[in-house]
């Protein structure tokens, strides 16, 4: 097969976005939209992808480093077909190229695959848009074969009532391109050198120009402003709950539920409104998450009960727990199966062992904490000198009393129990009661002090 070069066009200014960044970097889903076009691009193997760049200096080549794509910047910025002339130098004669632009940033692949088996010749993903103001407009001859693309600004009224549009997204041989692009010529409304007055020349040579539809029209919107990345964003997790549900998954409400990466579910799942999931989640068989969770880049597993306003983060959750209403695990946390992890407390780089328990107001941090260990009301893990981190090693059976602070690096042996508020700076002995305590004294006929009179 012909290799592929995929050029990706993101230098346009987005002066309607009112922002100091390029406008390709703003985020959907969570991810900048030109991520979204190089990871669509990255599916299909090409040989180069090249990003034609302009504004923000290098912000975007630095935000994008992680792939292996040549970034070749365009300035100034003289239209769309003068953004592919930059590229060229490094595409190959024997390849065929794909245009893509990097504020189109839904385009799927199985769309681009599409044109890849169109047949020989100029490919262009076209829509049929009810209104398709804005666009360049297809223009067919008698017989239905494709002759030129008009922009809007430079077509008749007549044209301008085609509703068959150009998306921008095409597929060309590359040497052929080459030549359409170098006599190319900016006569027209805007002055710009229009990657579109191709089709024409391509039609003049005798080479046939084939259409492809995307699967779906929201692939080939563009985001221009705050108010039409919004839409699209809303558009796309209706797409995602569409997903979920068609795999078994109850949504409280398919409108409220935001999924900002990828979302694994096993069988019956139930999601509650407001939730937000982040990079790489999975929840196995019967989990149930709260309303308003936060879950980034976690597994919970199968049976765990996540309540309400928890925010979980780089953690791994095991079967049958019960966590939050309010509690709040970050990365590193590593819970077995059983552990229940109650309302204001926070986890972070510890191991808590089946069956152990905090259910309230507590921090536990850089711990490894054994089973069936049962951890108080308000007890703190005090993990940090002010300088280094130390950890807290709590044994199998432990009881530790509310309101106890662990002075790490310390440990609590199997068995021990810990009074209530203490302070524990030394190792704990197992199965014996430690602790830390003034005796309680009463002093007789103490009165409680009254304002002064002035
Ligand atoms: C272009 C098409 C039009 C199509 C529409 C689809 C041309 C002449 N017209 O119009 O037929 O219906 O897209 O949205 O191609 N860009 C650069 N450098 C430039 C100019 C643009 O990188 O010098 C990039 C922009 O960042 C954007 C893309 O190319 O990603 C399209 O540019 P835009 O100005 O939006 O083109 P339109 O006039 O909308
Ligand atoms: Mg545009």
């Not at 050029?7 to 970097?25: F, Q």
């Not at 997790?237 to 109850?250: I, K, M, P, S, Y």
């Not at 990828?262 to 989640?281: H, N, Q």
């Not at 925010?311 to 819970?335: F, M, Q, W």
Request: hydrophobic letters at 35%; charged letters at 20%; glycine letters at 10%.
């Amino acid at each position: 097969m012909t290799p592929l070069n995929i050029v990706i066009l993101a230098a346009g200014k987005g002066t309607r976005m009112y922002s100091n960044k390029p406008k390709v970097l703003h985020a959907l889903a969570g991810k900048p939209l030109l991520q979204h076009v190089l990871d669509c691009a990255v599916v299909l193997k090409p040989q180069h992808i090249c990003v034609v760049y302009g504004h923000g200096g290098e912000a975007v080549p630095q935000a994008m480093q992680q792939y292996a794509a040549k970034f070749v910047i365009q300035e100034p910025q003289l239209g769309t077909g003068h953004a592919v002339q930059q590229a060229m130098p490094h595409l190959a004669d024997d390849s065929q190229t794909m245009v893509l632009y990097g504020d189109v940033p839904l385009i799927q692949h199985s769309t681009l695959h599409q044109m890849q088996q169109a047949g020989d010749g100029l490919v262009l993903l076209t829509v049929n848009m009810p209104n398709p103001a804005g666009y360049g407009r297809i223009i067919r001859d008698r017989q239905g074969d494709v002759l030129s693309i008009i922009e809007e600004k430079d077509a008749t009224p007549e044209q301008r009532e085609i509703m068959e549009v150009n998306t921008g997204i095409l597929l060309a041989p590359t040497k052929m391109l080459r030549g359409w692009l170098a006599k190319l010529q900016n006569k027209n409304s805007q002055g710009e050198y229009y990657l579109t007055d191709i089709v024409s020349m391509a039609v003049q040579q005798g080479v046939t120009v084939h259409t492809v539809q995307p699967g779906h029209e929201w692939e080939i919107h563009g985001i221009n402003s705050k108010a039409q990345l919004v839409v699209l964003e809303r558009t796309w997790q209706l797409v995602e709950a569409g997903r979920l549900l068609v795999q078994g998954v109850t949504l409280a409400d398919a409108a409220r539920i935001d999924v900002r990466g990828k979302l694994s579910c096993g069988r019956d799942v139930e999601i509650d409104v407001g939730c937000i999931f982040e990079g790489e989640v999975n929840l196995g068989n019967n989990v149930r998450v709260g309303a308003y969770s936060v879950i980034r880049n976690s597994s919970i597993a199968a049976n765990t009960v996540i309540a309400p306003y928890s925010h979980i983060d780089s953690s791994e959750v095991g079967t049958n727990c019960h966590i939050g209403p309010y509690a709040r695990l970050r990365p590193g946390t590593k819970l077995s199966d059983e552990v229940h992890i109650g309302n204001f407390v926070e986890v972070k780089n510890s191991e808590i062992a089946a069956n152990s328990k905090a259910n309230h107001l507590s921090y536990i941090g850089d711990s490894t904490v054994g089973s069936r260990v049962n951890i108080g009301a308000g007890t703190i893990t005090c993990n940090y000198d002010g300088a280094n981190k130390h950890r807290t090693i709590i044994e199998d059976d432990v009881f530790i009393g509310s309101d106890t602070q662990l002075v790490a690096p310390v440990t609590v042996s199997k068995g021990a129990t810990i009074g209530a508020g203490s302070t524990i700076t030394r190792d704990a002995p197992a199965g014996e009661l430690t602790l830390s305590r003034g005796r309680q004294t009463t002093i007789n006929g103490w009165k409680r002090p009254t304002k002064e009179k002035k």
